[in-house]
Structures are given as structure tokens and as C-alpha cells.
């Protein structure tokens, strides 16, 4: 607490005496565009940070989330994340998962009344979607694409969620940093460098892309990932 209180004092000790607020923008500066890379790589750091040291690596129930898995896959599938599943489903050129279904599921008048289910103690998995006999994702597919297939082809190994949430994480702060920057650029004449420079990591933590790193968890993927292409289109 003391060094970040002392790096704090003599920041706001720099600002102040090199008169920063003053200083405008010019994207042709190489010493400026310099410092906006070490600020961005600073703020692209903090989720691989947070995911290795934050998260209880030694804990049994977080360490299927942190290593990457051969392919076959060896567990049941309802085991695994439904990303995984589903990127297993396309290496096997189907849509639908590979889950079992109960098949008392099939007899029920009408298989998605949950007090029906509960009635007659069926099984069903939850959060996916049921249509014909066989169980569905109704996630996005771009974190499959984008990275679950380039991960597998480059390395023979199914990405851990760990690994996904970095990735995702990384690219959405370059995204929204750069949006920042090009969004300035076009209807700012004259950009306040100090201002910018505070912004860009200001930017990430509204975004929330920090918060997601609380928990290694599938449902923060499809956030991630709609940050990341709302930012690039």
C-alpha cells in the first residue's frame, strides 16, 4: 500500500509540474504513442493477473477450469462447459450436443413446464435448449470460431475456460481502447493527452471486462465476446 500511495504522490507530482493537462494529443508523436502502448499493455495485464493469482489454483473445483483437455474429449460431456460441448459437436459435424437425454423427458405433454419435470422426476440440463429429442446451444458460436478452433489447430488441445476469458478479455481492451482513440480522433480537434491517457484504463474498468474476472465462469463469454465485436464493427 505504501509503494502505491508513494508511485501515486509522484505521479500527481509529475502531472503537476510538467503542466500535463496542457499537452495535446498528436497521433504522429512516437514518444506519446509510445506511452499509450505501455498504458494499454498495463491495462491487458491485470485479467491474466487476476485469473492466475486471484483464483484459488489448488482448489479442486477451479482446476478443471485452468488446464487445457485432449481431444477426444474422456468425461461424460454434461461434464464439460457447454462452449466445449458444443465445439465438440462441430468437430463431429452435427449441431446438436452429445448430452443424453432422459428418455421419459420424450413422454412428458409438454417437456419444457418445469412443474411437469418435477412432477414426474425427470432429468434435464439445464441452460440449453431442447428441440426434437436432442439438447442445443443457444450460445454464440464466435468464441468456437474465433478461438476454440485456431487454440485446437495450433496446439492439439481443447483451450481451458481460463484461457478463453484471457484471450476474450485481452482483445476487448485493445477494442475498445482503439474505438476510443479513432472515435477521438474524428470528432475532437484537439485531444487532451492526459485526458486520453487516463481514459483508456477508465474505459476498461466501465466496460466491466475486469469485473467478469471475479469468477472463471461460461456465462461471462458470451459478455466478452459481445464487447469485443461491437467495439471492432
Known amino acids: 500500500r505504501f509503494l502505491v500511495v508513494y508511485l501515486l504522490f509522484f505521479l500527481f507530482a509529475g502531472i503537476k509540474e510538467g503542466k500535463a493537462w496542457r499537452i495535446v494529443y498528436s497521433p ?46 474422456t468425461d461424460d460431456i454434461e461434464n464439460y ?21 432422459d428418455t421419459n423427458l420424450l413422454s412428458l405433454e409438454n417437456p419444457y413446464d418445469k412443474t411437469e419435470r418435477a412432477a414426474a422426476g425427470v432429468l ?9 429429442g436432442k439438447y442445443y446451444s443457444y450460445y454464440g458460436t464466435a468464441p ?41 480522433l474524428k470528432f475532437v480537434r484537439r485531444i487532451n493527452y492526459l485526458l486520453l491517457c487516463l481514459g ?3 474505459l476498461c ?8 474476472q471475479a469468477q472463471i465462469s461460461f456465462y461471462v463469454m458470451p459478455y466478452l465476446s459481445e464487447i469485443l465485436f461491437a467495439a471492432l464493427f
Open 144 to 184: 468456437i470460431l474465433v478461438f476454440y478452433y485456431p487454440y485446437f489447430f495450433l496446439t492439439g488441445k481443447v483451450p481451458s475456460l481460463l484461457h478463453a476469458m484471457e484471450f476474450f478479455s485481452i482483445m476487448s481492451i485493445l477494442a475498445v481502447s482503439l474505438l476510443l482513440r479513432e472515435i477521438l
Open 200 to 202: 483508456l484504463p477508465a
Open 28 to 73: 504522429k508523436s512516437r514518444l506519446q504513442n509510445t506511452l499509450l502502448a505501455v498504458i494499454l499493455a498495463f491495462c491487458c495485464f491485470i485479467p491474466v493477473v487476476t485469473a492466475h493469482y486471484y483464483h484459488d489454483i489448488s482448489n479442486e473445483d477451479v482446476t478443471p477450469f485452468l488446464e487445457d483437455m485432449d481431444y477426444p474429449l
Open 205 to 212: 474498468f466501465t466496460t466491466l471486462i475486469y469485473a467478469t
Open 81 to 101: 462447459n457447454i462452449y466445449e460441448q458444443q465445439f465438440d459437436a462441430f468437430l463431429k459435424g452435427q449441431l446438436y450436443l452429445d448430452i443424453p437425454v
Open 124 to 132: 434435464y440440463a439445464w441452460d440449453h435448449a431442447f428441440y426434437h
